[in-house]
Nanobody, 125 residues
Framework: QLQLVESGGGLVEPGGSLRLSCTAS????????IGWFRQAPGKEREGVSCISSFSDFTFTTDSVKDRFTISRDRAKNTVYLQINSLKPEDTAVYYCAAGSPTYDCSVVRSSYGYWGQGTQVTVSS
């Protein structure tokens, strides 16, 4: 059973940065396409970025692509989401999710079968 663990969230002032991490114990993430999603209070969960398993192809939604960067460190079995220039509207619980191995990726929720518990990101002064 693939269990994902997110970390790196917290309270940060507008304009600040965070790096979120997604890792799994005992099981490699090398064979999984990984997606990052977020859910703000009262809103639907939305996909923000993903990285494929075979080629490390990445996709980030237009609304955040100038500030969010996804990357993978295979040696550390970790996928990161770097978030810069944080805005109050970025406040949400951020989830990572794992899906089947692919050459490219998308942030369609149904493509992912395993989900972490989420990490809270709060942007406030």
């Amino acid at each position: 059973q693939l269990q994902l663990v997110e970390s790196g969230g917290g309270l940060v002032e507008p304009g600040g940065s965070l790096r979120l991490s997604c890792t799994a114990s005992k099981i490699t993430l090398d064979h999984s396409t990984i997606g990052w999603f977020r859910q703000a209070p009262g809103k639907e969960r939305e996909g923000v970025s993903c990285i494929s398993s075979f080629s490390d192809f990445t996709f980030t939604t237009d609304s955040v692509k100038d500030r969010f960067t996804i990357s993978r460190d295979r040696a550390k079995n970790t996928v990161y989401l770097q978030i810069n220039s944080l805005k109050p509207e970025d406040t949400a619980v951020y989830y990572c999710a794992a899906g089947s191995p692919t050459y490219d990726c998308s942030v369609v929720r149904s493509s992912y079968g395993y989900w972490g518990q989420g990490t809270q990101v709060t942007v406030s002064s």
